[in-house]
């Protein structure tokens, strides 16, 4: 599953997708003791300063 890290009322619109425009940055989350990629985390940047950030499921 992966996760998207959006801010809200940035002057562009986010897509809940690794190719949105601000070219989000992504962390694999993984379980230690089963050593499997359980998702991904991906983090929008803000093109202006965001006090508000949601998360949400995403492609
Ligand atoms: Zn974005």
């Known amino acids: 599953m992966n996760v998207h890290v959006m801010p809200l009322g940035d002057v562009v619109a986010h897509e809940g997708t690794p190719e949105c425009v601000c070219?989000?940055?992504?962390?694999?989350?993984?379980?230690?003791?089963?050593a499997a990629q359980v998702?991904?985390?991906?983090?929008?940047?803000?093109?202006?300063?965001?006090?508000?950030?949601?998360?949400?499921?995403?492609?």
């Open 39 to 59: 998702g991904m985390i991906f983090h929008h940047y803000a093109l202006q300063p965001c006090t508000e950030w949601e998360v949400f499921p995403g492609a």
């Open 23 to 34: 070219g989000p940055g992504d962390e694999v989350v993984q379980i230690n003791s089963a």
